[in-house]
T-cell receptor
Framework: GEDVEQSLFLSVREGDSSVINCTYT??????LYWYKQEPGAGLQLLTY?????DMKQDQRLTVLLNKKDKHLSLRIADTQTGDSAIYFC?????????FGAGTRLTVKP | NAGVTQTPKFQVLKTGQSMTLQCAQD?????MYWYRQDPGMGLRLIYY???????DKGEVPNGYNVSRLNKREFSLRLESAAPSQTSVYFC???????????FGPGTRLTVL
């Protein structure tokens, strides 16, 4: 399809790991991104991965990239209540950036 | 550095009214963007400006116009607002290192 696809909802317990999945569309995207949006705020860049990498780790965040399947995932270890937000994956094949619909992560205490 | 600023934060319009959403960035970025965010649809690009003096249509440009006034400022105008334009509008500017985008806080617009 033409859209960047993500599941809309994910609920986890505090302390568990969260895995948010994304399927993107264009294999020419040089970078792939994860953005976080907290209530009432704009999007903030959380992390990104260069397309020639398979994995990137940044503290509690691990990004996995499967270029063959055009699949991107974000793993948050030891998820905290402050991680509750909407997470968007995005690709940038040309001048514009294409976003998924966002995954709403709810962390229960 | 303020980053990307947007005004106003909230606006209510009646159908047919016009208004301009303002956006400014202080990061010396060449690229600027306007998106709208609707529930369950992610962000959709309305217009973008790759550099001062240029603008291009995005995915959903109908009903909007833009002006890249200078390198810092990129405004979005609704000439005759319609209820379908009720949305949250985000301005962004483009970094050059990783092609990432930096977002403003958004404008929540309601058209009655």
């Amino acid at each position: 399809g033409e859209d960047v696809e993500q599941s809309l909802f994910l609920s986890v317990r505090e302390g568990d790991s969260s895995v948010i999945n994304c399927t993107y569309t264009d294999s020419s995207s040089t970078y792939l991104y994860w953005y976080k949006q907290e209530p009432g705020a704009g999007l903030q860049l959380l992390t990104y991965i260069f397309s020639n990498m398979d994995m990137k780790q940044d503290q509690r965040l691990t990004v996995l990239l499967n270029k063959k399947d055009k699949h991107l995932s974000l793993r948050i270890a030891d998820t905290q209540t402050g991680d509750s937000a909407i997470y968007f994956c995005a690709e940038r094949p040309y001048n514009d950036m294409r976003f998924g619909a966002g995954t709403r992560l709810t962390v229960k205490p | 550095n303020a980053g990307v600023t947007q005004t106003p934060k909230f606006q209510v319009l009646k159908t047919g009214q016009s208004m301009t959403l303002q956006c400014a960035q202080d990061m010396n970025h060449n690229s600027m963007y306007w998106y709208r965010q609707d529930p369950g649809m992610g962000l959709r690009l309305i217009y973008y400006s790759a550099s001062e003096g240029t603008t291009d249509k995005g995915e959903v440009p109908n009903g909007y116009n833009v002006s890249r006034l200078n390198k810092r400022e990129f405004s979005l105008r609704l000439e005759s607002a319609a209820p379908s334009q009720t949305s949250v509008y985000f301005c962004a500017s483009g970094g050059s290192i990783n092609n990432e985008q930096f977002f403003g806080p958004g404008t929540r617009l309601t058209v009655l």
